[in-house]
Each structure stands twice: as structure tokens, then as C-alpha cells.
């Protein structure tokens, strides 16, 4: 058999599933490309959540006019976040990517995804104190921001212990967001890769 013959049989291995497969190279300086995008992403997600203090600290709105600033930029953030998953999964399955490398794009993409939805919360509590329950008000930044941190993981990941809650209809509309991002990313998106892989490759063969 020649190299090249040994090199088709295991391409049809793993195409068919079995036990053999190739690690295309090429895809490699993509998935740096990724990686090195979400990081700049995450500065942004800083900075968009520093602006929005500065600028509640500036006066210029009143509680209510900058809560829908902050609902608007989350908004804005969901549709993004939803592309952006779509978008990874599909270039996923397009670069028969491993599953492990797949599943850290979306942990980095999930990591983002907090931090933001955390940051809005921290916004809209700066804004509106009591928008959320058992918030102390003797609580420094830090402590706030840990606290909503850690409130926006357990909306993401569905685990939430009841320890805070949204009370006001602005901070109750950004967690329904989260919410529902997570819903997309985790249930639709993560759980049926394979499938959505396998089906997009039968119709990828039929085109061809």
C-alpha cells in the first residue's frame, strides 16, 4: 500500500467513525486566532462595564434612563454572544474539530459570557440599590462584583440556590437573557454537536 493509499484509509476511518483519526494541522493557527480574539473580547466586556459606572457617576441619566442603557447593552451582548456560539459550533463541524477543542473555545466563550452578564448586574445595582436580594449595602466593589460573579455562574450553569435574586423588572429582563444564552449555548448548542455534525456532513456529501 502506498502512502498515499494509507493516507486515503485513514481519512475513510475517520470519516466512518472509527478508531484512527487525523489531525489536520492547518486548523491550529485558527484555533490560536480564536483564542487570542475571545481574550481581546474579554478587555472589551472590562471596558464596556467601566464606562457604564463612569458613566452613571457622571449624572447625566437618571436610575431609570441608565438601566435602560445597561438593559440595551446587554441586549445588544446576547445577540452577539448567540452569533458567536453558532458561529464556533459551525466552523467546528465545517474543520472536523475535536470535540476537547471544541468544548474550550465554549468554556472560554462561557467565561466571557459571566463576566459580562456579572458586570451588567453589578450596573444596574449601582444603579438601582435592592435590585437584587441580599445584597448588603456595606459591601465594597470588590465584594459586589464577586457576588454577582458568582450570581451569573449559577444562572448560566442552571444551579441557582435562591441566594440572589432579581426583584426589579430591569435586573429580572438581563437574567432572563442570561438565562436564555445559556439555554441556547448549553442545551442546543454543546449537547447536540455530534448530531448537528454528523447531519451537516450527510448534506455537505449529498452537495458534493
Not at 465545517?94 to 452578564?117: C, E, P, W
Request: charged share 15%; net charge negative.
Amino acid at each position: 500500500m502506498t502512502n498515499a493509499e494509507w493516507r486515503t484509509t485513514k481519512l475513510r476511518s475517520t470519516e466512518g467513525g472509527g478508531p484512527f483519526q487525523i489531525q489536520d494541522m492547518s486548523n491550529e493557527p485558527r484555533i490560536i486566532g480564536q483564542i487570542i480574539r475571545q481574550g481581546g473580547e474579554v478587555t472589551v466586556i472590562i471596558i464596556v462595564g467601566v464606562l457604564l459606572q463612569a458613566l452613571w457617576f457622571q449624572n447625566w441619566l437618571g436610575a431609570h434612563a441608565f438601566c435602560l442603557v445597561v438593559l440595551t447593552v446587554a441586549f445588544a451582548k446576547t445577540v452577539f454572544f448567540f452569533v458567536e456560539n453558532l458561529t464556533h459550533i459551525l466552523m467546528a463541524t465545517r474543520d472536523n474539530m475535536a470535540y476537547h477543542k471544541v468544548l474550550g473555545l465554549m468554556g472560554v466563550n462561557m467565561a466571557q459570557i459571566t463576566l459580562s452578564f456579572a458586570l451588567d448586574f453589578w450596573c444596574l445595582e449601582t444603579a438601582e440599590p435592592a435590585s437584587f436580594s441580599s445584597i448588603e449595602a456595606t459591601w465594597g466593589r470588590a465584594e459586589l462584583i464577586f457576588e454577582f460573579f458568582f450570581f451569573s455562574v449559577l444562572n448560566f450553569s442552571f444551579f441557582g440556590f435562591g441566594d440572589v435574586t432579581p426583584l426589579t423588572i430591569p435586573a429580572k429582563l438581563v437574567t432572563m437573557m442570561e438565562i436564555l444564552l445559556a439555554f441556547f449555548t448549553v442545551i442546543f448548542l454543546l449537547s447536540d454537536f455530534v448530531s448537528l455534525k454528523d447531519s451537516l456532513r450527510v448534506r455537505k456529501r449529498h452537495e458534493d
